[in-house]
Each structure stands twice: as C-alpha cells, then as structure tokens.
C-alpha cells in the first residue's frame, strides 16, 4: 500500500512539482522571502497546488529536519481528469454515478465515503482542490484500501464540475435537508452525481442552486441530521436497490 510522504526544503519541493509529483498540500512559512522562494511560488501557482501559510512553529511540529520553511505531502494516489472519466464510463456502457464533495472536512468521513463508494459501484468522486479534506494516512486507512480502486477528480470548482456533468447529460443531484422531496420519490435509474455536503454546513448556496434536483433521508427521531458518511451510504444504497 502507497504511504503519504512528506518532502521539505525549497528546492526539493520545486523538483518534485517538476517532476510532475501529485503534491495534496503544501505547507509555507509566512513572510518567506527569496529569489528559490520567488521560484517555488509561481511553479505553485502555475499548477494550483493547495498551500497554507503558516507560522514556523506548525512547520517545526511537521518535521524535524531542516524544512527551511516549506514541507509538502505528496499524494498517495493519482488524480483523474473528469473528462477522461465521463468519457470512459460512457464507452463501457455502464449508467453513470458520480460523486461530489462540497468542502467536506473530515479525513475520517472521507475515507468512509469512499469505502462506501467502491462497494456501491461509484465510478468517481469529484473534490475541489482548496478547502476540502486532504487525501492522507487516515483517508487511507479508513477507506480500507478503496482509495486505490476508485477514481477521485480534484477540480478547481464544484460548479466547473456540476456543469460538465450536466453538459454530459449526468443529472446533478443535492442530498439535502432543505427540501421536501424523500430520496425514495427521486429517480436515480439515469445518468447522476449525487453531491454531499460538509459536516457542519451542508451544501453550499450558490452549489445548491444550480442542482438539477434535491432529495432527502426521512429523519424520524428528533435530532436533525446523520453524519455525512452514514447519509452519504443511505443515499448509495437507495441509488443500488432502485438500478437493480
């Protein structure tokens, strides 16, 4: 099984984006200054790579060796183009179902959603690159080795991604509380994506909006909401008994 590496140190960092190494996040000191450091920025840039600027005490906590201010993780997999993805799964004549990941936070809840995904036949799941939960150890060990089998896409944005779907005939569907369609009365039997928000706020807004529909779990006791990865499992398995 693939492990999460760390990398620290300017130059070393350059040479694994170089090298075209899949970085998850990038971890700078704040106020760094300097001619490789001028150098690192806009390589981060060029490839909207995930970066935090830190104080030098979190770097310090990270590793011990001489990070001289910067320490990334590399990424324990590999990342899918959406458009390959759609493609492919169109070619094999299969029915579409996807994924998307509205800024959920927990490694934990990632890592048993996708679990939850390989067994229920996803054929991708789609995250943003900024602001969502980083592809890890414990991402990886709560997936129980799915990660390796399933596709993840990293997109700029959600709604670049909602929109391709929809442009490909995928209907985008809101897994949400704020409406009053039952997922039981929702069709999945054609081309979908099923979005999931994060644990504490749900789907965003503005994503909200442009789904092309909505639909959620009936909740019988008195506390307002599952956690995502049991809702997010609930909802899979409705989309399996109604393609059976």
Known sequence: MNNVSKIFGIRAVIEAIKSEKTLDKVFVQKGLRGELFQQLDQLLRQNSVNVSYVPIEKLNRLTKKNHQGVVAHISPIEYHELDNLIMNVFESGETPLFL???????????????????????????????????????????????????????????????????????????????????????????????????????????????????????????????????????????????RR
């Open 100 to 242: 998307l990941l509205d800024q959920l936070s927990d490694v934990r809840n990632f890592g048993a959603i996708i679990r939850t995904a390989e067994c229920t036949g996803v054929h991708g799941i789609i995250i943003q690159k900024k602001g969502g939960a980083p592809v890890n150890g414990d991402t990886v060990k709560t997936s129980a080795g799915a990660i390796f089998k399933i596709p993840i896409c990293k997109v700029d944005h959600i709604k670049d991604a909602m929109f391709h779907l929809q442009a490909s005939g995928i209907k985008v569907i809101a897994a949400t509380e704020k409406t009053t369609c039952l997922m039981y009365d929702t069709s999945f039997k054609e081309p979908c994506a099923i979005i999931m928000g994060s644990e504490g706020k749900g789907i965003s807004p503005s994503i909200l909006k442009l789904a092309d529909a909505s639909a959620k779990l009936p909740l019988l006791g008195e506390i307002a909401s599952l956690n995502v990865s049991v809702a997010c499992g609930v909802l899979l398995y409705e989309v399996v008994r109604q």
